[in-house]
């Protein structure tokens, strides 16, 4: 019997070695906010991103006339002319563009995984369009949560729990994996309302004090786009 | 405003030491079997359980004359007489005697956590025991699940939102985190029927295979003992 290929859920980036081998397909999703972000950005006609770990390589990038986009903690880095709010990437100001990226989780999630073959960026907004890809593409997947400083984070787990039971609804992957099911259970609780149900996550009062519920509602309404980031060389593209 | 104790939850050994520094308290969990054997054997007379990593370490107390139980993949390895089986530990063959003890995930999670102050034993047969004991002691606690290889596990993910789930509704407690509130919805869908939640995870399909299924059943049964167990310099005791 030929087994189908499989999915499975790794909640944080330091997890990752454990399941990096298994695959060749990696999907990382940072909800709150980067990926959102990605995915806005490339929609309203962003070329390529270059997603960068560390400031010094970002300051690198602005010095060589880059735009430049650097979140920590929630807020824009001083000196930098974008941070990570999916709403300023809402315009046609950077169609045609590069922008260079670095944010507090998403983008070293991104560069964690940077040798898989194929590395795909997920959020809610990307929902279907992602799962549709996947499912075109079927292979194992691995769905990899940016957390928040390594530690699990619910907004992640639960769009990666949507990600899961829509592949597997489909009848054409399998999963044998614990917290594949956990986070399907969590999105199966959250599904009606995700807003509501995120109310005491720890990222939410974050970036509630900063001001950003409007981040937030938009993050959490899945299917705006259907634009599927990859990776290609060392940054991304969207594909046509 | 003084503010309460907190409950967090830390999902895998290999994620700990991001808690660590914040806890005096540590309640080590590793419901499929270990940490329920540990209660079991010292509900039944047990004087001492001294926790060792390595099969060599298990070996060299088994050549000096020690009660040795060794549990690799579920199954006692060869050459010694318990494995973690709490159906093993249902009779009164070691009591009073001390018993030195090495499994696939459990006691390498109790090692991990061994200069916290306070490392307490948890498993769903001591639930109410171990959240008053913890109400009593009024600190802030780190549930540490043990996890299947450092990957997340389901049944420890359960428990440990149980005992979350326990402490928060005293309201003597308060949570900021992510991994404690997953855990808490995890275990208030499962709690009707803990066995029916877990039947699709992991670590069930790998005991049934083992035909440990009289096991599950009993390691899912909370609040079958009142002994809280915990750590005293290299072995564990039961509180008195």
Redesign the interface.
Known sequence: MISKPKVEVC??P??FP??AEDFEVVVVIDVLRATSAICTAFHHGVEKIIPVSTLQEAKEYKNKGFHVAAERKGKIVDGFDYGNSPLSYRNDKLKGETLVLTTTNGTKAINIAKDIEHLLIGSLLNLNAICKYLTDLNKSVLILGSG???????ED?ICAGAISENLLQTNNFES????T??AK??YL?ARTNFFGYLK????R?RLKKLNLNEDIKYCLTANQTDVVPYREDYYLKKLS
């Open positions: 909640f944080t330091n997890l454990l399941y928040w400083q390594n530690k699990f984070c619910l787990s044998f994996n614990d917290s099911i956990a259970y969590l609780s005491a996550s720890s990222h009062k």
